[in-house]
């Protein structure tokens, strides 16, 4: 058994994050807990959160290079069946329409309000209601978070023309399909976003 799930982590990249339901064809729950963290305490896989391993990447100079946060905390959520969106900061850098960076992990979920410490980092994740998560995990899905970023005052015709050349057919299906989800003011901008491309 052990080695049917060393053979499997060997099949996956680098910076692959799992936890033990990855592994539930090869024996129970509770044994595949324990085998991980024996594999784990050989460096193969590092531990990033509770019952959250990954593979990590190794720099000659720096050493581990654990995952990315979001997708340790992606793979948090779908463990405990979650959903959860990156805030409208990050959102909104990730799309390229702010050069800044935000210095905290925040995120918004359907689940609890709670911190989580991820590779010794502080994670915040923020319950909000289900109108704020539209569109999860799809790029029209975080065009809608980061506008919340920018509010009804500071949307401008820069940022709607960076809108307009980064949506394709589907984004467009989508942020008409969620516009009525979303505020007032940002049903405006869509429909500026969408019309005519």
């Not at 058994?1 to 692959?16: E, F, R, V």
């Not at 992990?105 to 915040?124: C, D, H, M, Q, W």
């Amino acid at each position: 058994m052990t080695s049917a799930i060393l053979n499997k982590i060997d099949q996956q990249p680098i910076g692959w994050v799992f936890n033990a339901t990855d592994f539930l064809s090869f024996a129970k729950r509770n044994t595949i807990d324990q085998t991980l963290s024996r594999i784990a305490k050989t460096n193969k896989i590092i531990k990033v959160a509770t019952g959250l391993y990954c593979i990590p990447d190794r720099h000659p100079l720096i050493g581990e290079i654990p995952a990315k946060i979001d997708d340790i905390v992606q793979v948090y959520a779908k463990k405990h069946g979650y959903q959860v969106q990156v805030s409208p900061a990050k959102a909104a850098n990730l799309l390229g329409l702010s050069q800044q960076v935000p210095s905290k992990y925040f995120y918004i979920t359907n689940a609890p309000s709670r911190k989580l410490e991820v590779n010794g980092i502080e994670v915040n994740l923020t319950h909000v209601c289900p109108k704020k998560l539209v569109g999860v995990g799809t790029k029209a899905g975080l065009i809608i978070q980061a506008l919340y970023s920018f509010g009804k005052d500071r949307v401008n015709d820069e940022t709607i023309d960076k809108l307009k050349n980064m949506v394709d057919s589907t984004d467009i299906k989508n942020l008409k399909t969620w516009m009525d989800l979303t505020p007032y003011w940002m049903q405006s901008v869509i429909k500026e976003v969408v019309a005519d491309v």
